[in-house]
C-alpha cells in the first residue's frame, strides 16, 4: 500500500451511503421474517461514554448479523427523556428542562452516527415529545377507564430538597439518591397502576422467559414475592379485633407479641396520648424500603391493649413498632422470637418470652437459650395438637382449625405493591384528569389530549412549577363546565419507558400504535441493556404489555423473550480537594500522582466504579473514534471482555 488507510475518511463516506439509502430503515411490508433487536434507549444526560459504546455495539453487531442471514430488521434509536436530572439543570443552570434536553439529544445522536450503528433513525423518538407522551395519556385514561388506575392516600418517601416523591429503590441508606437529604415519610393522594392484578401471571410468565438469565428471573419472583399463609384475627381485651397474616401458622404457640404498623387503625385511635403520637413521628423518619427495615434498630411502644391467643394460650401484648408496613400484608404481625430473627432482636430488647417451637432434633426445651433465632425445619414441640408434626403438617393443620372455627383463613399475599405513578415534579407526563368540586375526577377528553406541559415555568423555588403556575392548572370542567383544576402530578418515568418498545414498531398519528403492525414485530427478540434494570423497568414494562392485553389493545404478554444482561464499563473515580467529582478529562498525572489540570492540586483516587456523569468517570469516545475510526473502538470494546463481564476502562488496548 503506497497510502496509510484513512479510517475516518472511510467512516465518513459509507456513513453517508447508508443515510442517503436508508439501508437500516425496516419495513413493516417486507415479505422477509421479522427479528427485532433493541437496547434500552438512553438518558439523554450530555454525552456518550465507553459504556453506551459497548451496549450499543453488543445489539448492532446482532442486528447486522441477522440482516444479512436475510432477516427485515428493526433496531431502532430513541430517548427516554424526561427525569429529575433535566428539572436538576434547570434550577442549577437557569435554563429550561426543555432546551436543555434536546440540546443533549442532538450531541448523542451525532455521536451515536459518528459510530456508525446501525440504527433505524427514520423511528427516532424522544418520551418528552407531546407526540409521545399524548398518546401515553391516551392509554394511561384506557386503564382508567378499565379500572386499572385508581387514586388514594398512601404513605410516601418524601424528598424534601427535591420535593417529590421517590421510589424505595430511589432512597439510600435514608437519604434522597439524587439529592442526599434524608427521606421524611409523608401521607399524599397518589395515582397507583393495579399491578398486583397480574401478580400471578408475572410470576408464572417468568416460566416461559428461558431466553433470560436466571439471576434475572429470580430477582423478579424474589420483587413480586408471593407467600402463602394464614390472615386470621386476635380478639382484643377492650373490644374489636386485630387482624394479622402470617407464613408460618404453624409456630402459632411460639407467639408472645403482636406488633402493627405506626399508621394501622389500632395506634392512630391512641394519638391522643402524647407518647404515642411521639412514637409514631419517631417511626415516620426511618426509611421504608425492605433493607432500611431489615438493618434500622427495632423499637416498639406497648399499647396496654392485650390479643386473646386464638388457642387460649394467654394474651399477647400489642406493640406499635417501627419494622411493620402498613403496605404488606394487614399492617399487623404476630412475633415469634424463637423462630424469625429480627422478632429475637425486637423480644430481646423488650424482654419478652422467647419459646421454642421448633425443634432441630437435639435440643426441645420450652426455654430458648441461643443467641439467634431457629429458622430452619424441624419438628413441632410446645404446641400442643401440633407436637411431632413437621412444618408443613403443622401448617396445614393449623390452617384447617382456623378455618373450621370460623376465626381465620387461608390465603396468599405478595410483596408487590401497587405501582405508585405520581410524582410532585414538572418534567413529566402531566397527568389526564381534572378534579371538578361538582364531578369529582374527571378524565380529559380524547379530543383534548395532549394536555401539553406549559413552557413559561418557573425554577426559583424547590418545588413543582405547575402547582404554582398561575393559569395552566385552571381549566373547565369536561364534564359540567364549571371551574375545575388539572391535575398537577406527572407520571413517574418508568410508565415512559414500560410502553417505548411498542411505539418503536408502530407509529401512526392519530393512536399509540397500530396493533397488527406493532404484533408484527413483538416481543422483542433480544433486549440488551444494564442489570441494574432487572426488576423495575422490566417488571413494568411486563405489565404494561399485560394491561394493553386486558383492555384489548395488544395480544403480546410477554415484551422480551430474549434478555441479556452485559457487564459495565467501569474506570476510576476522581475527587478534588474540595470534594468536588472530576472527570478524567480534568487530570494530570504526574510522578506516583494525579493533579487536577485546572489548579494543579493532588487529587483523591476513589474506587473503580460503574461509569456514571454523577461520578464523572466517564470517558467520550470521540477523540478515540477520531484518531483509531469507528470499526477499530467498536472491535475493541467487544473483544477486550465478554460481554457479560465488566470491563475497565483503558487506551491500551
Known amino acids: 500500500m503506497t497510502t496509510r488507510f484513512n479510517a475516518l475518511k472511510a467512516d465518513e463516506h459509507w456513513q453517508k451511503v447508508w443515510d442517503d439509502r436508508a439501508t437500516f430503515a425496516a419495513d413493516d411490508h417486507s415479505a422477509k421474517p421479522k427479528t427485532y433487536v433493541l437496547e434500552m434507549f438512553p438518558y439523554p444526560s450530555g454525552k456518550i461514554h465507553m459504556g453506551h459504546v459497548r451496549n450499543y455495539t453488543m445489539g448492532d453487531v446482532l442486528a447486522r448479523y441477522r440482516r444479512m442471514r436475510g432477516f427485515e430488521v428493526l433496531h431502532p434509536m430513541g430517548w427516554d427523556a424526561f427525569g429529575m436530572p433535566a428539572e436538576n439543570a434547570a434550577m442549577e443552570k ?48 384506557e386503564f382508567y377507564k378499565a ?49 398486583t392484578q397480574f401478580a400471578d401471571e408475572l410470576v408464572e410468565g417468568l416460566g416461559d422467559l428461558s431466553g433470560w438469565p436466571d439471576k434475572v428471573r429470580l430477582m423478579q419472583e424474589n420483587w413480586i414475592g408471593k407467600s402463602q399463609g394464614l390472615t386470621f384475627r386476635f380478639a382484643l381485651d377492650r373490644g374489636g379485633e386485630v387482624e394479622v397474616f402470617t407464613t408460618r401458622p404453624d409456630t402459632i404457640f411460639g407467639a408472645s407479641f403482636v406488633a402493627v404498623a405506626a399508621d394501622h387503625p389500632i395506634a392512630q385511635a391512641l394519638m391522643d396520648d402524647p407518647a ?3 412514637f409514631v413521628a419517631r417511626c415516620k423518619q426511618g426509611g421504608t424500603t425492605a433493607a432500611e427495615i431489615e438493618t434500622q434498630e427495632k423499637l416498639g411502644y406497648d399499647t396496654g391493649l392485650r390479643a386473646a391467643h386464638p388457642f387460649g394460650a394467654g394474651e399477647l401484648p400489642v406493640y406499635i413498632a417501627n419494622f411493620v408496613l402498613m403496605d404488606y400484608g394487614t399492617g399487623a404481625v404476630f412475633g415469634v422470637p424463637a423462630h ?11 424482654k ?6 421448633v425443634s432441630d432434633g437435639d435440643r426441645d426445651a420450652p426455654d430458648f437459650d441461643g443467641d439467634a433465632a431457629y429458622t430452619g425445619p424441624g419438628t413441632l414441640v410446645n404446641s400442643h395438637f401440633l407436637d411431632g408434626m413437621d412444618v408443613e403438617d403443622a ?20 410483596r408487590l405493591r401497587d405501582w405508585g405513578v405520581s410524582r410532585q415534579r414538572y418534567w413529566g407526563t402531566p397527568i389526564p384528569i381534572v378534579h371538578c368540586a361538582a364531578c369529582g375526577e374527571v378524565p380529559v377528553p380524547a379530543d383534548q389530549l395532549p394536555v401539553v406541559l406549559p413552557e413559561d415555568v418557573s425554577f426559583d423555588v424547590p418545588g413543582n412549577p405547575l402547582d404554582r403556575h398561575p393559569t395552566w392548572k385552571h381549566v373547565a370542567c369536561p364534564s359540567c ?31 399509540p400504535f397500530d396493533r397488527a403492525v406493532a404484533e408484527s414485530w413483538l416481543p422483542v427478540g433480544q433486549y440488551i441493556g444494564g442489570v441494574e434494570h432487572a426488576i423495575l423497568h422490566l417488571l413494568y414494562a411486563r405489565f404494561w404489555t399485560r394491561a394493553l392485553r386486558h383492555v384489548g389493545m395488544l395480544d403480546v404478554a410477554e415484551p422480551f423473550t430474549g434478555l441479556f444482561t452485559q457487564g459495565m464499563v467501569t474506570h476510576e473515580t476522581y475527587k478534588a480537594a474540595d470534594g468536588r467529582w472530576l472527570s478524567p478529562e ?45 470499526d477499530a473502538v467498536r472491535w475493541f470494546m467487544l473483544s477486550d471482555s465478554p460481554p457479560e463481564r465488566d470491563l475497565e476502562w483503558s487506551e491500551n488496548g
Open 94 to 141: 437557569g435554563v429550561h428542562p426543555g432546551g436543555w434536553t434536546k440540546q443533549n439529544i442532538a450531541t448523542m445522536k451525532a455521536q451515536l452516527k459518528r459510530l456508525g450503528f446501525a440504527l433505524d433513525w427514520t423511528r427516532e423518538l424522544a418520551t418528552c415529545e407531546p407526540g409521545y407522551y399524548g398518546h401515553e395519556q391516551a392509554l394511561f385514561l
Open 147 to 195: 379500572g386499572l388506575v385508581y387514586r388514594k392516600e398512601s404513605a410516601v418517601n418524601w424528598d424534601p430538597v427535591d420535593m417529590t416523591v421517590l421510589a424505595n429503590e430511589q432512597v439510600i441508606d435514608g437519604r434522597g439518591w439524587r439529592s442526599g437529604a434524608p427521606v421524611e415519610k409523608r401521607k399524599l393522594n397518589q395515582w397507583f397502576l393495579r399491578i
Open 276 to 278: 404515642v403520637a411521639a
Open 340 to 350: 424469625d430473627q429480627r422478632d429475637f432482636d425486637f423480644a430481646t430488647k423488650y
Open 352 to 357: 419478652l418470652p422467647i419459646r421454642r417451637v
Open 395 to 414: 401448617k396445614r393443620a393449623v390452617i384447617q382449625r382456623a378455618e373450621a372455627d370460623g376465626w381465620g383463613r387461608g390465603s396468599t399475599v405478595y
Open 481 to 511: 363546565g364549571g371551574a375545575a383544576l388539572r391535575d398537577t402530578d406527572t407520571l413517574d418515568t418508568f410508565a415512559d419507558s414500560s410502553w417505548y418498545f411498542i411505539r418503536f414498531a408502530s407509529q401512526p398519528k392519530d393512536r
Open 586 to 630: 480534568d487530570i494530570d498525572v504526574g510522578e506516583g500522582t494525579r493533579f487536577e489540570r485546572a489548579t494543579n492540586l493532588p487529587v483523591t483516587v476513589g474506587r473503580i466504579e460503574k461509569m456514571s456523569k454523577s461520578k464523572k468517570n466517564t470517558v467520550d469516545p470521540t477523540e478515540i473514534v477520531d484518531q483509531y475510526g469507528a
